[in-house]
């Protein structure tokens, strides 16, 4: 093997003697120093064609088809570990390892797991490079696959390593799909190991994957670092990091609003994102998708940047009309669609692209497949890869290191009962209590079972790197860093709620436009609201509905806040504070979980 240093574009000591230590121990045939360039690209998406991994689009320019192994599909969240120095840091909803253990057994996994491949050594920086302080990462990975995604989520190559100084902080990454081939063995076009293990040294600012090649289990940047990671570092230097779009919208009156929204995996975040707007007069431009980090700018207002630079989106469900922008991102190429179905023309296929299926297509586990197979062609939980920047309708602020100031913040789930279609919080500590005992129904962005309801707090959950309490009182004390009227408004939202046909209530995508242009109305002081036990929800008639075909009571049910369904829900809430326990439990949310009691039981 070539000895890494030699060819090592940076000089920084603890990048050089941690990439020695790493290729001694996992014993790769050579070591590449990824610099992000196309033809870096060309290089690496030619090699996957050839390995069998990728499949080049004939429909789509610069654009790769690729089938996972069925076993490697989702995050593994039961496989996933906060492993801070004391247990009780990582909380109760937190797996965890002591760090000693965790890396003692994870070192022998790692001995050896990269023979007969090539290292990569990706120098990246999660949000605009000219940011105050950037935050730097470097990962290491055995996977062209995930070295090609890494460039088009994030910021990487020459450029970082340029700012990669001596003594600049940078978070290691390591990241091994732990199959190493031995004299002998051939390749597979996804290769993976069954035993896998995602964790995080929140102390030491480090990251150790293992197993899986795919999303958040490999592209180490995005949940691992910038949710993850990212969360203990913000609590460390009072900011957020979280699971929010970002959205900018101007009125009609070209007043410019910026939102930001959490929902969980697969509940909208990206199709809110790419907002299209039914409501006449309005436009929405994208600035993120999926993470935001949130800073206090000198106007004492909370900025939001979204620290990615691409969109790892669901497939399945987008489609022109539903999210006509996402289709034009994917449109101008230069995209990797993974796990979704494979024209016989050379495009690619997922339930909801169009409304009829192809006669003929290839399935996402490589099987002929046609309209009668009697499975989706494409896996619920497949995704496309995509630049932020081709995105039409990217706002020019997506790449500001300042972010943009926050009017309002969205917290949703998926609920086919129980939570109104919108509702409008009544102070900063009540909106955090809001968030904070938010649930929906798990979906196939992470493995296990589907449609189950469950405590997802701020859309937080499996993202969190510290205490779930501690994290509430964080919240709450951002809320006494400036004044009430800078702060972001509080609004809780549910485009999931379900008629007793089971239909959706309320038709989503561009129709959430209304939802928004109430909210921000409510803002500026002109839209009307009714005080329910919950909050805020709008009066009839203060929705603007022109030319939506649904009727008032329709709007109604969605609206409702039925007191029967919240004896269940309070019950749920009580068993999530009591996991969190008496000392770690912010009392605030103890007094707003006995004040909404109390305007329950007064309805
Ligand atoms: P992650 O990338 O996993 O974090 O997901 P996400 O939050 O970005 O969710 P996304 O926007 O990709 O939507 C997930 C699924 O929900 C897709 O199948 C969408 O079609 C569907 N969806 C999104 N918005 C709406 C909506 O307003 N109403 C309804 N009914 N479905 C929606
Ligand atoms: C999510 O699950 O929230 C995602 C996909 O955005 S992954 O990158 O796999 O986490
Ligand atoms: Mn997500």
Redesign the pocket.
């Known amino acids: 093997m070539n000895t890494p240093t030699a060819t090592a574009p940076t000089a920084h000591p603890a990048v050089v003697s941690w990439v020695d230590e790493i290729a001694d121990l996992t014993a790769p045939d050579s070591v590449v120093w990824c610099d992000g360039s196309a033809d870096e690209w060309d290089r690496l998406t030619t090699q996957l064609v050839e390995k069998g991994t990728f499949v080049r689009l004939e429909r789509k320019p610069n654009s790769f088809w690729c089938a996972s192994d069925p076993e490697d599909v989702a995050r593994v969240e039961d496989r996933t570990f906060i492993c801070s120095q004391f247990r009780a840091d990582a909380g109760p909803t937190n797996n965890w390892m002591d760090p000693v253990d965790m890396k003692t057994m994870m070192t022998e996994h790692y001995r050896g797991a990269m023979a007969g491949r090539t290292m990569y050594v990706i120098a990246f920086c999660m949000g605009p490079l000219d940011a105050a302080e950037p935050k730097f990462g470097v990962q290491i990975t055995d996977s062209e696959y995930v070295a090609v995604s890494m460039q088009i989520m994030t910021r990487s190559g020459t450029a970082v390593w340029d700012r990669l100084t001596t003594g600049t902080a940078f978070v290691k990454c390591l990241h091994s799909v732990g199959a190493p081939l031995h004299e002998g063995r051939t390749d597979t076009p996804w290769p993976c190991d069954h035993t896998k293990y995602i964790s995080h040294f929140p102390e030491e600012r480090t990251i150790w994957s293992y197993g899986s090649g795919y999303g958040g289990n490999a592209l180490l940047g995005k949940k691992c670092y910038a949710l993850r990671i990212a969360s203990k570092m913000a609590k460390d230097e009072g900011w957020l990091a979280e699971?929010m779009?970002i959205l900018k919208l101007t009125s009609p009156e070209q007043k410019v609003h910026y939102i930001a929204a959490a929902?969980?995996?697969?509940?909208?975040?990206?199709?809110?994102a790419m907002l299209d707007p039914t409501l006449d007069g309005w436009t929405a431009e994208t600035i993120g998708?999926?993470i935001a980090w949130l800073r206090f700018g000198e106007d004492g207002r909370l900025h939001a940047v979204n620290p990615e630079a691409g969109f790892?989106?669901?497939a399945?469900?987008?489609g022109l009309l539903?999210?006509p922008h996402a289709m034009d991102t994917i449109e101008r190429g230069n995209s990797i669609f993974t796990n979704v179905a494979l024209t016989d023309d050379g495009d690619i296929w997922w339930e909801?692209l169009t409304g009829t299926p192809p006669a003929h297509l290839t399935d996402w586990k490589r099987r002929d497949w046609t309209p009668t197979s009697g499975e989706p062609a494409a896996h619920p939980n497949s995704r496309y890869c995509t630049p932020i920047a081709q995105c039409p309708t990217v706002a020019p602020e997506w790449d500001d290191p300042a972010g943009v100031p926050l009017s309002a913040i969205f917290f949703g789930g998926r609920r086919a009962t129980t939570i109104p279609l919108v509702t409008e919080s009544l102070s900063w500590r009540h909106g955090v209590f809001l968030a904070a005992t938010l649930s929906s129904e798990t979906?196939a962005?992470a493995t296990g079972k589907v449609g189950v309801v469950r405590r997802d707090p701020m859309a937080m959950l499996p993202f969190l790197g510290y205490h779930v309490g501690d994290y509430f009182q964080h919240w709450l004390d951002i809320g006494e860093k400036t004044s009430p009227e800078l702060l972001p408004k509080i609004f809780y939202v549910n485009?999931?709620r379900r008629g007793d046909d089971d239909e959706?209530l309320?038709p989503?995508?561009g129709e959430?436009s209304r939802i928004l242009e109430w909210a921000l109305r409510r803002i500026e002081g002109t839209a009307e609201a009714a005080a329910t036990p919950l909050g805020h929800v709008p009066t009839p008639g203060a929705l603007d509905l022109t030319g939506l075909k649904v009727d008032p009571t329709t709007i109604g049910a969605a609206l409702r806040v039925d007191p029967t369904e919240w004896v269940t829900e309070l019950r749920l809430i009580d068993e999530l504070f009591a996991t969190i326990g008496g000392n770690r439990l912010p009392d605030v949310l103890r007094e707003e979980l006995a004040a909404l009691r109390q305007r329950l039981a007064a309805a």
Do not use: M, Q, R, Y
């Not at 929902?263 to 809110?272: A, D, Q």
């Open positions: 699971h779009l929902f969980p995996s697969s509940c909208g975040k990206t199709n809110l998708d999926d790892f989106g669901v399945p469900g987008t539903t999210n909801g979906t962005a485009w999931f959706f309320w989503g995508f959430n």
